[in-house]
């Protein structure tokens, strides 16, 4: 148990509609990331947030967005959701935002989202 | 841009060998660090062992070691003694820093590894 926790674990949900994922970081942690893994496009960095404020960005729709939350949480909100976006999302935490030492990226068990 | 390489889909191994899994990669980026993460058919990630782009040992994390080239841009990952328990996808991923001040893990397209009695 890595200590990142994500709600839901599954979600099936149909297209054009919206979802919210979220995510707890491992206590002590000030830094969340998003990734989303599928068949298609394997592994992809989302974004980043680091205390509130967003850190680094990637290939991440503009159909989707994320925030973190003054207690730490995140959510990431998808929606006019495709077949496409079927996928893991994946919620990872760090201590810092950046490249210093270790500063591992913890992974939580993920959401399968599914849309129909 | 960043860019992990892992070429072999899938490999077999015996219980008890020792397997390679290869990684290369690609960056301009001076400051880097490079992860081993495992995937088991349950779906979680599991960090697994860390290089940084200025360590000039290799890590090692009990049977795990990072074979590191840095002139070649290969970090492969060596697991020793396998275990019916190491069958399991496996990634390579780089960080490197953003604008920002953040920092992101790119990664490879990974190596379902099978370890057979």
């Known amino acids: 148990d890595s200590g990142v926790t994500q709600t839901p674990k599954h979600l099936i949900t149909a297209t054009g509609q919206r979802v919210t994922l979220r995510c707890s970081p491992r206590s002590g942690d000030l830094s969340v990331y998003w990734y989303q893994q599928s068949l298609d496009q394997g592994l992809q960095f989302l974004i980043q947030?680091?205390?509130?404020?967003?850190?680094a960005k990637g290939n991440i729709l503009e159909r989707f967005s994320a925030q973190q939350f003054p207690d730490l949480h995140s959510e990431l909100n998808l929606s006019s959701l495709e077949l496409g976006d079927s996928a893991l999302y994946f919620c990872?935490?760090?201590?810092?935002?950046?490249?210093?030492?270790?500063?591992?990226?913890?992974f939580g068990p993920g959401t399968r989202l599914t849309v129909l | 841009a960043q860019k992990i390489t892992q070429t072999q889909p899938g490999m077999f191994v015996q219980e008890k060998e020792a397997v390679t899994l290869d990684c290369t990669y690609d960056?301009?980026?001076?400051?880097?660090?490079l992860f081993w993460y495992k995937q088991p058919s349950s779906g979680e990630m599991i960090f697994l062992i860390y290089?940084?782009?200025?360590?000039?040992q290799n890590a090692t994390e009990g049977r795990y070691s990072l074979n590191f080239q840095k002139a070649r841009k290969s970090a492969n990952l060596v697991i020793s003694a396998s275990q019916l328990g190491d069958s399991a996808m496996y990634f390579c991923?780089?960080?490197?820093?953003?604008?920002?001040?953040?920092?992101?893990?790119?990664f490879g397209t990974g190596t379902q590894l099978k370890v057979e009695l």
């Open positions: 991923a780089m960080r490197v820093g953003t604008t920002g001040g953040g920092n992101k893990l790119t």
């Open positions: 947030y680091y205390n509130g404020e967003e850190r």
């Open positions: 960056t301009s980026d001076q400051s880097y660090g």
């Open positions: 290089q940084g782009s200025y360590d000039e």
């Open positions: 990872a935490s760090s201590v810092s935002p950046g490249t210093g030492g270790y500063n591992e990226q913890f």
